[in-house]
Every structure is written in C-alpha cells, then in structure tokens.
C-alpha cells in the first residue's frame, strides 16, 4: 500500500515564525488532505489538496502530484496554532476511497 | 463544509460489555462511512468501511465479531464493540464523504471522536 511520510515530526517554534511541513507519499494519489487535530482530538479540514496550490489565511498548501508531495506553510504563527498536522492521502487503488494517515508533526509555537 | 457528529464523545466502561457509537452525517448524505481508531500520541489506522445497506469492509488483522459495523442509513453508520477489553481502550473515529459533490471529489469530514476507556 501507498506509504506516507510526514517531516519533521516535531516543531518548535516562538509566534510569530513561519514553518513548512512536508509530507511525502510512494504512489499516485487522488485525494491528499491536510488535518490539524486539536486538542480534544477533533480533525479540523485544512485543505483538500491532491494537485495544486490553495490558501485559506495564514496557511497554504501545494502538492506536486508528479513528484509525490504535498507542502503546508503556516506564516506568522499563533499560540493557538499548537496542536499536531497530519496529512492523508487516498489511492487509486484504495478500498472506497479510504485515507492513509502520516505519522504526523507535532508543532508548538511558544508565546 | 459537511457535519459529521459522533456519540458519544467518552465513554467508560467495565470489561466484557458492549459499547456502542454513533456516527451521523447532518447536513448530507453518506453511502459510505470510515470507522478509524488512534492510540495516545500514534497516527489514525483505518478499521473498516461502512456502506449504507451492505456488510462492511474490514482491514486486516480487524476482528469483525470484536468490531460490529452496521449502516442501516444513509445518515447513520453505528461501531459495536463487543465484550470490550482494557486492550480496546482507544479513540475512535468515524468519517464519511459528500457523494453529492463531484464524482472526483473525495474529501472526507471526521466526526469529533469517541473515547472509550475499558476498566
């Protein structure tokens, strides 16, 4: 099955900074979407990805379909920003349309 | 966006009894659902999908008899687990997808999570 990759893990960083948070995958995909889960668990749709680029406020995302990988930017980031990002992505191949988890980055932005 | 509710949101319980969770599509609805699962600070894995009016699909190394999956609407996918263990302590988490968007389209929305402690 399709594996998913998610750099770096952790991230550390003071309000206010921007990040980038990769995610890589080993096959062809047609749907790539990025989560933040809070801290109650809730997965929060960032953005719904599998081609191109899109941006909603502070964040942004593009995906590279031909060379399997999905970027997300988060600029002048806020406290509230804390939480951990997954990115999922479904397969041609795939059962119905199921997703395939990362690991996921864990990121904490420090007042 | 689509609204996917789950209920309940926590439940505690003692070993060897059945839980039930709920999951329900608001605002649409869903032909299939996604039941996933998430251990403390670890990824979501997949357990099974839900399609509305037929058996559910299981991924491997899933019990179907631990994890009954019934879709008896186009709104309302349930997950029964049965004679629970503290090994099924876990977040549980459904999703499902808008089949009224595109056909391409295959986002999906995650109800809130269920989690269930076993004593």
């Known amino acids: 099955g399709i594996q998913v990759e998610q750099s770096p893990p952790d991230l550390i960083l003071q309000e206010g900074a921007n990040s980038t948070l990769r995610c890589n995958f080993s096959?062809?995909?047609?749907?790539l979407q990025w989560f933040h889960q809070n801290p109650w668990g809730q997965l929060i749709n960032l953005f719904y990805?599998?081609?191109g680029t899109k941006q909603n406020g502070r964040l942004s995302a593009t995906t590279v379909a031909t060379e399997r990988y999905s970027l997300l930017y988060i600029s002048s980031s806020q406290t509230t920003d804390s939480g951990v990002y997954f990115c999922a992505v479904g397969g041609y191949g795939g059962s119905q349309g199921n997703l395939i988890f990362g690991k996921g980055t864990k990121l904490s932005v420090k007042p | 966006g689509a609204v996917v509710s789950q209920h309940p949101s926590r439940v505690i319980c003692k070993s060897g009894t059945s839980v039930k969770i709920e999951c329900r599509s608001l605002?649409?609805?869903?032909?299939?659902m996604f039941w996933y699962r998430q251990f403390p600070k670890k990824s979501l894995m997949l357990m099974a999908t839900s399609n509305e009016g037929s058996k559910a699909t299981y991924e491997q190394g899933v019990e179907k008899d631990k994890f009954l999956i019934n879709h008896a609407s186009l709104t309302l996918s349930t997950l029964t687990v049965t004679s629970a263990h503290p090994e099924d302590s876990s977040f549980y988490i459904c999703?499902?997808?808008?089949?009224?968007?595109?056909?391409?389209?295959?986002?999906?929305?995650f109800g809130p999570g269920t989690r269930l402690t076993v004593l």
């Open positions: 096959d062809s995909v047609n749907n």
């Open positions: 605002d649409f609805q869903a032909t299939t």
């Open positions: 999703s499902a997808r808008d089949p009224a968007t595109l056909v391409w389209v295959h986002e999906q929305f």
């Open positions: 990805i599998p081609s």
